[in-house]
């Protein structure tokens, strides 16, 4: 595993993350249109999201992936911090999740692989992940990539609707009741964008019927 400056990821890197993500904002739909598995994933924060990472992990190398790569999106993160990585997939489960502080990605490298605004994305440009501060991720790729992924995350489809419960309570928070997400012009458009009209459609409804009776 090694960092990349940011002359080297414009050069290596770059071309496959956009091959998965056309731009950096999670919450504006960022998916190529060549990405046609799509799914939104929650909690992907820290430790939380280890299954969708190990999933993830077996997934990329049954796809014939070597590597990934990792890159803090550019909100807080001045260029001249190191905030891209390459790690080979033999080596990605121990440096994120293993228990031996010299193998760990962070202390190994100075990059923090666990922050929220990142991507991990293949470094053939096959799939990608992307998280956000709210705690949710965009992951992508073949819909074989997102059905392997699915199998082995059982709640995989259910995830999106933590997702609305964390957007309730952030306007609970905010004094908004009812705290009525749909609202958020940026929540049907994301929806839309990785689910369909159709799919969007029908969860936005049951937002609304669940507002209804509180």
């Known amino acids: 595993m090694h960092t990349l400056t940011e002359d080297e990821f414009h050069l290596e890197a770059e071309p496959f993350l956009r091959k998965i993500f056309v731009h950096d904002n999670p919450f504006n739909e960022p998916f190529s249109s060549q990405v046609i598995g799509r799914t939104i994933i929650y909690p992907c924060e820290d430790e939380n999201d280890l299954l969708i990472i190990q999933a993830l992990i077996n997934a990329a190398l049954n796809l014939g992936d070597t590597g990934c790569y990792i890159s803090l999106l550019p909100t807080g993160y001045p260029s001249d911090n190191l905030c891209h990585c390459y790690i080979p997939l033999s080596e990605f489960l121990e440096g994120y999740a293993g228990t031996e502080e010299d193998q760990l990605i962070g202390p190994r490298l100075g990059i923090n692989p666990y922050?929220?605004?990142?991507?991990?994305?293949?470094?053939?440009?096959?799939?990608?992940?992307?998280?956000?501060?709210?705690?949710?991720?965009?992951?992508g790729g073949s819909l074989e990539f997102i059905e392997e992924i699915?199998?082995?995350?059982?709640?995989?489809?259910?995830?999106?609707?933590?997702?609305?419960?964390?957007?309730?309570?952030?306007?609970?928070?905010?004094?908004?009741?009812?705290?009525?997400?749909?609202?958020?012009?940026?929540?049907?458009?994301?929806?839309?964008?990785?689910?369909?009209?159709?799919?969007?459609?029908k969860l936005l409804e049951e937002e609304t019927r669940l507002l209804e009776r509180m």
Request: glycine residues 10%; hydrophobic residues 35%; negative net charge.
């Open 150 to 201: 699915r199998g082995s995350v059982p709640d995989l489809d259910k995830q999106v609707y933590g997702f609305f419960e964390r957007l309730r309570l952030l306007l609970w928070d905010c004094g908004v009741n009812p705290p009525d997400i749909t609202r958020n012009k940026w929540l049907p458009m994301l929806l839309t964008h990785v689910y369909g009209a159709e799919v969007a459609e």
């Open 115 to 139: 922050t929220s605004d990142s991507a991990i994305y293949s470094s053939q440009g096959k799939w990608g992940l992307m998280r956000s501060h709210e705690g949710h991720g965009l992951l």
